[in-house]
């Protein structure tokens, strides 16, 4: 009888820590519900339409979050993207204006240079001078923005300026899925496999987990964070153009505000800022979250002032259920080393 | 055989040291001061309407608002924390006041009265927050809410103005005591205040010890989480005085205020010296930081300097401030 009862128990404490262990999978079953909630109030929503339309909006996030997330993973945070992205989109754009001829793929190799050469600017702000990320960015966030500004004297690129390819970068389709999209599947590819298979990007986790001992075990922790950041910068410079591609215009205050989105996604899918841990499927759920959010309101006629407040309250629900799971599941492991 | 003596020296806080001029000219007001005097000397050579009494003093108007906040952030800063949600919870209290004095009716002094709660309930919201879930750094939690707050103003005003407030209203924003701004009064009074509740009180030099060890300090008896619940409630506080004096100035508000403020608050307060890993910061830095930046801005603004070239300006500040010190200390090692 007795025996029973700590069977019974033992199975909901391993419940709860398997929840935990698979907390991506709680993020799916919410996005399930709240797919099935929306069909029901409206039928469009899930037809294949929609569905590509919902995915080509969330693929800049998608690979946005990706550099986010090893950006967090180390301890740091990136505040300077969405200046990236307007950097970078408005250069690209002011170089297809002067020559409409270029090949689009060159504009996408010149648009991620110049947002890695930004990021490498950051890595070595924090890597060798030893700023705090969050000063950093800060810094040359508004730096950044000023630039764009500058360069561009306050004017717009707008879509009569950029030639077809160009556009096309972000319009066309290949076996009737966007472009983005597929950029967005290659680019989780490859960071599934350096996360998880090359030393690399194991060495980013050790040093986000615990710096002094990543540092003593041989791993050059500067270099790591150069990295993380020149890779950051990469991605939001490669965002640029395609998204001065996807909306037709660059100005000055493309993307004002996105790298709080970005991070938003990130914390959702369950990346800590406190380093060290995240998983390449919770943030492309968190991010796919944000994205069936953006798309569904409209659809259930839910006014657009309520989209940033039911954002807020969603991504506080979501950290604080987390932490008081994480909090319940070190309690019963306490609990069964004790007993 | 010998043994190498260690000599452990104990850490003793900033405000405790006792006097040396050595460390009166090496520090980082000096540096701050010197560069203040650039900013009037750079004001004065680049327009003739710079270096007078009434244009420096008016001049202060278009700063200082956002710098009340500067004194709360610099104490969250010290104690390890940031609030990023300070810029949503000036325009959330300034909807709240508008809406209940036009849309609700109410008398102007209660629609202030329930600015003032809005703010303080904000900052009362991340400090329990903050406090009860210490997995959850501030970055996070103010991050939520920032997104929260700007849309519940949202939810509350949509894209509409709100304004037609009564005249003795924009005494807050416009007025002046004795020939001088009310806005400066005020800043000043609030310099004061925190001056002294930072580095004369014992609540103030628990805040310092929190910043330097938030475990060493709660196990001396510390009540870390009400400090840190007060502060983050002073700084909504403040935000809501803001918004008064904010609105007051623009004569209508709308839900999209104060976007971007609390940037060039940490930026101030960094400035300033205070440092963002905790433990250092004085007020009266913070108080010079925030003159450079107002009158660099005011400076640049009178001969038409585009305001995309000041951002570049305070961030090569931002980085300089904060890596001067770095450089120095990494030169000395070699």
Redesign the interface.
Known sequence: MENKVAHAENTKKNMLTLFYQFRELGLLFFIILLCIGVQMRNPSFLTGENILDLATNTSILVILSLGMMIVLITRG?DLSIGAVIALSGMLTAQLVAANPSINPLLCLLFGTIIGAVCGMVIGL?IAR????P???T??????F??????VSD?EWVSSYQMSEGFVALAGGSFLGINHLIWVAVVFCLVFFYFLNYTRTGRQIYAVGSNPQSAAVSGIRQGRILLLVYTIMGGLSGLCGVLWVSKFASAQ?DTAS?YE?TV??AC?LGGVS??GGSGKLAGVLLGAILLGILNNALPLLNV?P?????????I??LA??VN?IV??RVDRTHLLRRAG | MEQKKQIYQPRTLETQLPFSWKRLFFQWEWMLLLILVAVMLFGSYVSPYFFNYPSLRDGTMVFLDKALIVFPMAMIMIMRD?DISVGSTVALSSVVMASLYTTAGLPMEVAIVACLVTGAVCGLINGL?IVK?K???A???T??????????A??IL??QAAGGFPEWFGFFGWGYVFGIPFLLIVFAAFAIVFGILLHQTTFGRKVFAIGNNPTASRFSGVRVDRIKVIVFMLAGLLAAITAIFLTSRMGSTRPNIA?MYE?DI??MA?LGGVS??GGKGRVLGVVIAVFIIGYLQYGLGLINM?S?????I???L??LS??IP??GS?IKRK
Do not use: C, H
């Not at chain 1, 001078?129 to 705090?132: A, K, Y």
């Open positions: 945070i702000l001078v030893g700023l705090l969050i000063i950093a800060l810094a040359l966030m508004n730096i923005r000023g630039l764009t500004f500058l306050g000055g505000g709080l991070i938003a914390i800022i406190a006014s002032f309520w989209q940033n407040g039911i954002q807020g309250f991504i506080l950290v604080i932490v994480k909090r | 940031i927050l879930f997995e959850l750094s970055v996070i939690v991050l939520g809410t920032m997104i929260l707050y700007r849309g519940i949202y939810i949509e894209d976007t940037l940490i930026a960094a963002t890993a585009p995309q070239l000041f951002l570049i305070v961030g090569a931002l980085i904060v890596a770095k450089l990494m």
